[in-house]
Structure formats: structure tokens, C-alpha cells
């Protein structure tokens, strides 16, 4: 397969890599000094598993890459708006976009009972520029379920899980999901795919806006927030508004507050990746974790103070260290 990794960070980078190491034809959209380590050394991938090195086509310019049979937008929710304007060199008629992040997809209502398919998350797609590049006939969603960390330009480390859920919206799964998960199984990942891919988005999200905003305030890592036993309380009552969120959108995750808990105990000690962007000076994925959020408790009709507030506390700190516009 031809496949561009749209953004090479720590997740994109792995699945670059693997997937370059399992043969296939794999090019990488990346920039500044983690590109120009990558055209002279090759991606390095640091694991328990033991390290490699994949050499793969990389540029800062997507236009350089040509037509791909799957592109996979590996970026945060702030650079989505830079990827819709540059990613059509890469689309050919047939071609597959696959969205590796965080947080709730700018797609997400497009196939839900709920709104009828007529509504647009306004905070993550002002304007519906993302919808028109990216259309919805051509996504297939993907929630990680891993750590990794770029710890230098050129480098990724992989530090636990493998899980990479695929669907496309409202269910309804084809041959580009079933190729795209025999490839990245082919590739080492546990590729499971899902027949509802909104659910396993909508469970992540529970400890994504939670875990990733509170740790970026205290600067602690996850098993430090679970210790403390006030701000463990605190992020049980976000992952609870989550919930209520969701089910009233018609997407129930069907998980307790606590079993969601255990998912990321079970990871360790890791630093969120909103964490990690805070300590190395980037923006922060603000908006597509709590803005979208709240959007939807908004449309939904569902009060969600505690998430309000972790929204507003969040925000004002990445403002006063620049790291959010």
C-alpha cells in the first residue's frame, strides 16, 4: 500500500515506521528539525521490543508525496486547519483519510440519528473548511490506545500498547477499513475494528479531558493524579458530565468513571501528551478536547460544570505561557 503519515509525531511516527518496516510504501508529512533528522538518519523507533530504524520519504510539502491510497491525519486539533488547506495533492478518487488524534473529530456528527446529520461542531471546524477537504465519504476514524514520545527530533519512543480501533462513521465499515486493518496488523498493532467507531472515540474522550487538562495544570504524570484522592474526585465528576454528554447525543460509552480509571493505571507512569506539549513550549490541544465538548453539551442540552471550568482553567494557563491563541 501506498500510505503519507500526515504529521510524525509520537503516534504518527510509529505507525509510519511499522508500517515502512512491514514493506509498505510509506511517506511521512513532517518539518523543521525532526524532518531534517529523518531525511539523514531515518525514523528510530526506541522500544522494549528492540529499535530499528525505517527509512521513508519525507517533506514538508504534501505536494512533493503525490496520490496515496491512505493518508492518516496524525496531527493535534489546532494544525487541522493547515492540513485541510495542503492535503488534496495527496487525495486521489479512491484514496482513504484516516483520523489518528485526539478528542471528537470534526465528523462526528455526520452519521448520528442525533441532528439528523445536520450539525457542525463549530469550534473544531469554523466555517466547515475541514468538512470540505476532508469529507466524510472518505474517513475512516482510528482511536490509540498506546504511549509513545518524541524525545528528540528524529526519534520516537514507544513505551507501552499497541490497540489502534478502526471504523467509519455511523458503523458502517468497508473493504477500506478491513485492508487498513490488515495492514497495521501485518505491521505489529492490535487493529481491531469497530462497528460503532463514535463509542470508542467517546470512551476515550472520557480520560482525555480529564487526564491530558489536569495534568497539564498540576504538571504531574497520570499515576500521580490517580493517587490524589481530591483530584481523582474531580476528574470521576468530568468523566461523569462526559458521559451524560454522550448518551444524550446517542452515543452511550457504557464504561463507569472508575473502569475508565483503570484503562490508564494500567499505562503506568506516562506523561499525557498535553503535558508533553506544555513542557516543550507548543500549543495545546484545548479546543479539540474541551471546546468540542462542551459544543456538543451545548446542542445536547446538558449542563456540564465541572468541565466548564477545567475548560476556563486550562485555557488561562496555556494563555499566559503563549501556548494557546
Known amino acids: 500500500m501506498k500510505i503519507c503519515i500526515?504529521?510524525?509525531?509520537?503516534?504518527?511516527?510509529?505507525?509510519a515506521a511499522r508500517l515502512a518496516r512491514a514493506d509498505h510504501e510509506v511517506s511521512v508529512v513532517a518539518r523543521g528539525a525532526h524532518l531534517t533528522e529523518i531525511l539523514a538518519k531515518g525514523l528510530r523507533v526506541r522500544s522494549a521490543e528492540g529499535d530499528f530504524t525505517?527509512?521513508?520519504?519525507?517533506n514538508v510539502d504534501p505536494a512533493k508525496l503525490g496520490e496515496q491510497d491512505y493518508v492518516f491525519v496524525a496531527v493535534k486539533g489546532q494544525s487541522l486547519p493547515q492540513v485541510a488547506a495542503n492535503i488534496a495533492p495527496?487525495?486521489?478518487?479512491?484514496?482513504?483519510i484516516v483520523t489518528a488524534m485526539?478528542?471528537?473529530?470534526?465528523?462526528?456528527?455526520?452519521?448520528?440519528?442525533?441532528?439528523g446529520g445536520k450539525l457542525r461542531l463549530e469550534t473544531l471546524d469554523p466555517g466547515g473548511a475541514l468538512a470540505r477537504a476532508m469529507p466524510t465519504a472518505r474517513i475512516v476514524g482510528c482511536v490509540i490506545h498506546l504511549a509513545a514520545s518524541t524525545p528528540e527530533p528524529g526519534v520516537i519512543q514507544h513505551n507501552m500498547g499497541k490497540?489502534?480501533?478502526?471504523?467509519?462513521?455511523?458503523?458502517?465499515?468497508?473493504?477500506r477499513t478491513a485492508k487498513l486493518a490488515e495492514a497495521l496488523a501485518g505491521a505489529g498493532f492490535e487493529a481491531v475494528q469497530s462497528p460503532f467507531i463514535e463509542k470508542?472515540?467517546?470512551?476515550?474522550?472520557?480520560?482525555?479531558?480529564?487526564?491530558?487538562?489536569v495534568s497539564a495544570l498540576t504538571l504531574a504524570t497520570a499515576n500521580r493524579l490517580l493517587a490524589d484522592a481530591q483530584v481523582k474526585a474531580y476528574m470521576v465528576a468530568i468523566m461523569r458530565e462526559v458521559l451524560a454528554i454522550g448518551r444524550a447525543a446517542g452515543v452511550d460509552a457504557d464504561i463507569d468513571?472508575?473502569?475508565r480509571m483503570d484503562m490508564a493505571r494500567h499505562l503506568g507512569v506516562f506523561k499525557t501528551s498535553m503535558l508533553q506539549d506544555l513542557e516543550a513550549g507548543k500549543g495545546l490541544e484545548i479546543d479539540g478536547l474541551l471546546s468540542g465538548t462542551l459544543e456538543i453539551a451545548a446542542k445536547a442540552g446538558v449542563a456540564a460544570p465541572f468541565t466548564e471550568s477545567l475548560l476556563g482553567l486550562a485555557r488561562l494557563r496555556a494563555q499566559s505561557t503563549g501556548q494557546y491563541p
Open 163 to 175: 490497540r489502534l480501533i478502526l471504523g467509519e462513521p455511523g458503523g458502517r465499515n468497508t473493504d
Open 6 to 15: 500526515y504529521g510524525a509525531g509520537a503516534v504518527g511516527g510509529l505507525v
Open 102 to 115: 485526539n478528542g471528537v473529530p470534526w465528523w462526528f456528527f455526520d452519521r448520528l440519528p442525533f441532528g
Open 257 to 259: 468513571p472508575e473502569a
Open 200 to 213: 470508542d472515540f467517546w470512551v476515550k474522550l472520557l480520560g482525555n479531558v480529564s487526564f491530558n487538562p
Open 54 to 58: 525505517a527509512r521513508l520519504r519525507a
Open 90 to 96: 495527496l487525495l486521489g478518487e479512491h484514496t482513504s
